[in-house]
């Protein structure tokens, strides 16, 4: 069963916004990660927030993380056509030997 | 060359067939996994290794069983193919250890129809 939930589902904007997507879950986790899909190709890791992290930041993304809510948000700044891709979230428990879990994502579409 | 390879990248099969799916990695990552992707599901673990001696049922294992041959080969098999196994399959890797410990590595993905 999924752990993280990604919101909203579908995300268009124009280029040059920003786009924000949230990702909930529901135990307790030892970091959350970041992922990104181009149509149908391997996903590509973005970034890596622990447990103790409230925010961290790669360039042009920005990752917050509340665990007293179970809820990360990604950030993309100054949105580009590619960064238009699927985006998951996928977290990794605490007991460090249980795969990560992901969540089904949120396509973002940048229209140039 | 890719860190992780998986061949085929497309496979097209018939109901009963039986299907190998087959992944290397250059990464030397001791830990490997299968995962399934259909639309809207997201991503599935199907099996994972921790190393060569380690085998581990995810979510979703039944219909498949997988073989570690080696710490940089990961087979997944579909015994006896149907229909709803149709989806893509991605193989991924991480470290155990160190500052990338779960940070994942996907291959290219293996686009699998069963007719």
């Known amino acids: 069963s999924q752990q993280g939930e990604e919101d909203p589902q579908a995300l268009s904007i124009q280029e040059g916004e920003n786009a924000t997507m949230n990702c909930s879950y529901k135990?307790?986790?030892?970091?959350l990660q970041w992922y990104r899909q181009n149509s149908g190709r391997g996903l590509v890791h973005l970034i890596l927030i622990r447990s103790n992290e409230r925010e961290k930041h790669s360039g042009r993304l920005r990752v917050t993380l509340d665990t007293s809510k179970k809820s990360s948000s990604l950030l993309i700044t100054a949105s580009r056509a590619a960064d238009t891709a699927s985006y998951f979230c996928?977290?990794?428990?605490?007991?460090?030997?249980?795969?990560?879990?992901f969540g089904k994502g949120t396509r973002l579409s940048v229209i140039a | 060359d890719a860190d992780v390879t998986q061949t085929p990248r497309n496979r097209i099969t018939k109901t009963g067939k039986r299907i190998m799916l087959e992944c290397s990695q250059t990464?030397?990552?001791?830990?490997m996994y299968w995962y399934r992707q259909d639309p809207g599901l997201g991503l599935r673990l199907i099996y994972y290794s921790f190393d060569v001696k380690d085998i581990n049922k995810g979510e979703i294992s039944d219909g498949y069983s997988v073989s570690r041959q080696a710490q940089a080969k990961f087979s997944l098999s579909l015994e006896s193919a149907i229909p709803n196994q149709t989806a893509l399959y991605f193989c991924a890797t991480s470290p155990t250890l160190g500052a990338g410990a779960n940070v994942l590595t996907f291959g290219a993905g293996s686009r699998l129809t069963v007719l």
């Open positions: 135990t307790s986790i030892n970091n």
């Open positions: 996928a977290t990794g428990v605490i007991s460090g030997n249980t795969p990560l879990v």
């Open positions: 990464k030397g990552h001791d830990r």
